[in-house]
């Protein structure tokens, strides 16, 4: 198969981030989980949008690590400080200018993410209500203190997550909390009319900032949703992040992440200056991106005490029929789970 071959554009790859819903260029048709559509016949590539599990060769690999070891010169210590000080500002002029005709509704999430639908059975009712409503202390004043099943969206950008959750998952007892650093971008979901006060709270929060409070007291989520967020932090600040998120779940609740792949089309399609630090880059923006491996999510997350429900890479082909482009995506799709019993810190 041919090296990748990046497709024309910007340096961003998320504008459609996730898998390919429609099956036709019109069409609006449900694949299954992580799809079936196999290219065994290279002359077949142009015959549809996107293929499924796509297997890179040897040379094919070879080729995207020697393009990511080339752009491998970091910024200067300044440089990089400076975007990191000013993270939140860059998402925030990014959300002024796209408000929220960037990214497209995560329809995908129910066939990927059945812990988000209604009456998963997965997490929602696994945990004694009584002793979660105890941390909530009942508080009427406090957002969700009576809902039976709490989720929490971080990095919710404009709500491509939340207000399909809201309309899909109608279980009366379901509370969505959601939170992203831009402020710019928590004021469109709020302003938005699907906005419903009395099923969600949206906020402002760095979930880089460990110190900083949430709505919620620990051990009271059932479902935590990262999706393409955990990439936009400094590789430095993802542990800690990952460890306080996980002080947040029930025990039973699960953390469920979609993000960059390493090798992604985006990854390659990075010029030289544009690189952080190994596999972190900054775009033309200033928002930042890092592309993981499935090992990197895994010690992130059993480091935090958490267990493999799933760690999966979705290497897709996506094709631009007309300009006969190939585009080969990859993402990495993560779900954890908090230990009913918590392991004790100290063996024995
Ligand atoms: C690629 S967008 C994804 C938005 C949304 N999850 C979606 O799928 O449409 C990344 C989002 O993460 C937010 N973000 C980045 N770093 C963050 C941080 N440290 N704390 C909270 N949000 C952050 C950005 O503001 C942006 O809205």
Avoid at 149 to 171: A, M, Q, S, Y
Avoid at 246 to 256: D, Y
Avoid at 271 to 295: A, H, I, M, P
Wanted: charged share 25%; glycine share 6%; hydrophobic share 35%.
């Amino acid at each position: 198969m041919a090296a990748p071959h990046a497709g024309a554009g910007a340096d961003r790859g998320d504008a459609e981030t996730g898998p390919v819903l429609s099956d036709s260029s019109s069409g609006d048709v449900k694949r299954p989980q992580f799809g079936t559509r196999f290219l065994t016949d290279p002359r077949q590539v142009f015959q549809h949008n996107a293929w499924d599990n796509v297997e890179w060769t040897e040379e094919q690999e070879a080729a995207a690590k020697k393009k990511v070891l080339e752009n491998n010169q970091p910024l200067p210590t300044e440089k990089q400080d400076e975007y990191d000080n000013r993270a939140n500002e860059y998402w925030n002029d990014f959300y002024t200018i796209h408000e929220n005709r960037f990214f497209k509704d995560r329809h995908w999430l129910f066939t990927e993410f059945p812990e988000l639908a209604p009456k998963s059975g997965l997490n929602c009712a696994s945990h004694p209500q009584k002793e979660v409503t105890a941390l909530l202390h009942n508080d009427d004043a406090s957002p969700g203190s009576s809902a039976s099943c709490r989720i929490l969206e971080v990095g919710c950008g404009v709500g491509n997550t939340v207000f399909p959750i809201l309309k899909t998952n109608n279980d009366p007892g379901l509370f969505v909390y959601c939170c992203d650093f831009s402020s710019t971008a928590v004021e469109l979901v709020k302003t938005n009319p699907e906005y419903d006060p009395e099923r969600c709270f949206a906020f402002v929060h760095d979930l880089s900032d460990v110190e900083a409070n949430y709505p919620v007291p620990d051990g009271t989520l059932d479902v935590i949703v990262l999706i393409f967020v955990l990439s936009a932090l400094h590789p430095n600040k993802m542990q800690a992040s990952i460890n306080r998120l996980a002080r947040l779940l029930k025990p039973g609740g699960v953390m469920l992440l979609r993000d960059y792949g390493r090798y992604d089309m985006a990854q390659l399609r990075f010029k030289k200056g544009r690189c952080l630090s190994e596999n972190f880059y900054v775009r033309g923006d200033g928002t930042r991106v890092y592309f993981f491996t499935q090992d990197e999510l895994h010690e992130l997350y059993s480091e935090a005490g958490l267990e493999k429900v799933q760690n999966m890479v979705d290497r897709r082909l996506q094709v631009n029929r007309g300009k006969q482009l190939t585009m080969y995506r990859v993402w990495i799709q993560c779900k954890y789970r908090k230990p009913l019993v918590e392991q004790s810190e100290t063996p024995g």
